[in-house]
């Protein structure tokens, strides 16, 4: 059973930044492709991320493209969310999942996440 555990949320000022990690503990992550997702209070949880087995294949979605950067320590078993110039909207409990699909370069869609940890809060203030 893979468990992945976030961590690096926390409160910072609009403008500012912070780097998620995802990491798991027991099975090895490189074996999977990794999502980041994001839920508001009383909104639906939007894809913000994801990135390959490989790191090689990455996509981001249209609002946090330019300001975010996915990356991936597969020695490491870790992955980053490297997420700058935080505006109020980007307040959301973010989650990180895992995909087992495809090639070590497909980045998979968004329905075919099925690991996912229990999320970490971010909260940004104007």
């Known amino acids: 059973q893979l468990v992945l555990f976030e961590s690096g949320g926390g409160k910072v000022q609009s403008g500012g930044s912070l780097q998620l990690s995802c990491k798991d503990f027991g099975f090895s992550l490189d074996r999977y492709s990794i999502g980041w997702f994001r839920q508001a209070p009383g909104k639906e949880r939007e894809g913000v991320s994801r990135i390959s087995r490989s790191g090689l294949g990455v996509k981001y979605s249209d609002s946090v493209k330019g300001r975010f950067t996915v990356s991936r320590d597969n020695p490491k078993r870790t992955i980053y969310l490297q997420m700058n110039n935080l505006t109020p909207e980007d307040t959301a409990r973010y989650y990180c999942?895992?995909?087992?699909?495809?090639?070590?370069?497909?980045?998979?869609?968004?329905?075919?996440?099925?690991?996912w940890g229990q999320g970490t809060q971010v909260t940004v203030s104007s």
């Open positions: 999942a895992a995909a087992m699909v495809g090639s070590m370069d497909y980045v998979p869609e968004e329905a075919e996440f099925t690991y």
